[in-house]
């Protein structure tokens, strides 16, 4: 079967895109990277998909009169790969409408906490402000409200006594680097429906579905 085509937009270290190119690296993943885009030159992320032998795009947001005009941009670079999902990765642009709606249920994110919970900025010193005992990550598909939409996977960290938001960030960054190839994996398994503003996974076991404990079996 044909492996879906990832187009990775990415602003920064790309520890999860590093994280995605090497699940795509095994022959027996069913995706590969078709793309890297950055509207930031020089991000780490670009070199890495540099190391990897991959095709790698920047297109710098400020050469654009518009974000209607980037995002134009950025649509027919991903079309011209012939990108089938979209992975935001740490992607420091807010997307317009236009943009979500083109890639409805073709396009995912991750971000570090359990969602619905701390959305936008900082959210691992909002767990720590909140006092909770458990966070995480969550890959979703991406909606027009910032850090919401479906969500596909789920990964749980303790939050210890002594965390810093550094420390805990490590942590769960630890979860996000096998969370992200999970969703993507049972994408391109063709595992998932969206029905209203679930995500529904089918077939495989169940526990490594919709809650992953790193670390803990199974
Ligand atoms: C990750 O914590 C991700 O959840 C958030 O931005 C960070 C990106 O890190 N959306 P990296 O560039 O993948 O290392």
């Given at each position: 079967m044909a492996r879906l085509r990832l187009g990775v937009l990415v602003s920064g270290r790309g520890s999860n895109l590093q994280a995605l190119i090497d699940a795509c690296s095994?022959?027996?993943?069913?995706a590969e990277v078709a793309l890297v885009l950055s509207n930031v030159a020089g991000a780490p992320a670009i070199e890495r998909a540099r190391r990897a032998g991959l095709p790698t795009l920047v297109l710098p947001?400020?050469?654009?009169?518009?974000r209607a005009e980037f995002d134009g941009a950025v649509h027919a670079a991903l079309a011209d790969a012939g990108v089938g999902l979209v992975c935001l990765a740490g992607f420091m642009r807010l997307l317009t409408p236009g943009f979500v709606d083109a890639w409805r249920d073709r396009m995912v994110n991750i971000h570090p906490?359990?969602?619905?919970?701390?959305?936008?900025?900082h959210p691992q010193q909002q767990a720590l402000d909140a006092g909770v005992r458990v966070s995480g990550c969550t890959v979703h598909f991406v909606r027009n409200?910032?850090?919401?939409?479906?969500?596909?996977v789920q990964a749980v960290v303790p939050v210890l006594p002594d965390d810093t938001a550094e420390i805990l960030a490590d942590r769960i960054l630890g979860a996000e680097h096998a969370a992200y190839p999970l969703a993507v994996r049972l994408i391109a398994e063709g595992r998932v429906r969206v029905e209203g503003e679930r995500a529904i996974v089918s077939g495989g076991d169940w526990r490594a579905v919709p809650l992953m404990v790193p670390g803990a079996g199974a």
């Open positions: 095994d022959p027996d993943f069913p947001h400020r050469d654009y009169a518009s906490s359990l969602l619905p919970a701390f959305k936008g900025l409200e910032m850090d919401s939409g479906p969500i596909l």
